[in-house]
T-cell receptor
């Protein structure tokens, strides 16, 4: 199993550009989520999905969109990038919404200039 | 207002000694706690967890202690090894309509010196 994979590893955007961060898992996990990591702030939840076709907002959803058309994929879209979105983004999955242990991808480091 | 806080951003320990990482929380509804370890350029990986009905859980060199009355969690690493150098995040879980929702602390960078 590859676990949770994310692409790209690094990205530089100009303010106002849009892009999609890709996330895929091959563990047949129902629950997937996106976090951003900023210094001293820990990991903050952006959006999550409890299953294909179902998504919801987390703690810091503004400026991001998600969709979940398949169990495996959970892309995160930045609609109009802003410097405040400079961060490291992690995708995570777990078996279902009742489970605790999450599996994280390697992260995408995004810089918005 | 952060519900889970790790007040020490960094900790330096000599190899072979004990490392103690601390975590405080404010929400008494948290019922499960986890520690994650993160190396540079990698995603966090699960390390150890504890249910709120217990006060201690041990796994090899790693022990997590929970003091519910103080709303305090700690991770002990004995003996510390250079390979333990990483950022450690504590996380707390509470059940809501969407399932178990995790809240993470800000992380503590542990450096174990040879």
């Amino acid at each position: 199993n590859a676990g949770v994979t994310q692409t790209p590893k690094f990205q530089v955007l100009k303010t106002g550009q849009s892009m999609t961060l890709q996330c895929a898992q091959d563990m047949n996990h129902e629950y997937m989520s996106w976090y951003r990591q900023d210094p001293g702030m820990g990991l903050r939840l952006i959006h999550y999905s409890v299953g294909a076709g179902i998504t919801d907002q987390g703690e810091v959803p503004n400026g991001y969109n998600v969709s979940r058309s398949t169990t495996e994929d959970f892309p995160l879209r930045l609609l109009s990038a802003a410097p405040s979105q400079t961060s490291v983004y992690f995708c995570a999955s777990r078996f279902d919404r009742a489970s605790y242990e999450q599996y994280f991808g390697p992260g995408t480091r995004l810089t918005v200039t | 207002d952060q519900q889970v806080k790790q007040n020490s951003p960094s900790l330096s320990v000599q190899e072979g000694r004990i490392s103690i990482l601390n975590c405080d929380y404010t929400n008494s509804m948290f019922d499960y706690f986890l520690w994650y370890k993160k190396y540079p350029a990698e995603g966090p990986t699960f390390l150890i967890s504890i249910s709120s009905i217990k006060d201690k859980n041990e796994d090899g060199r790693f022990t997590v202690f929970l003091n519910k009355s103080a709303k305090h969690l700690s991770l002990h690493i004995v003996p510390s090894q250079p390979g333990d150098s990483a950022v450690y995040f504590c996380a707390a879980s509470v059940w809501d309509n969407a399932g178990n929702m995790l809240t993470f602390g800000g992380g503590t960078r542990l450096m174990v010196k040879p």
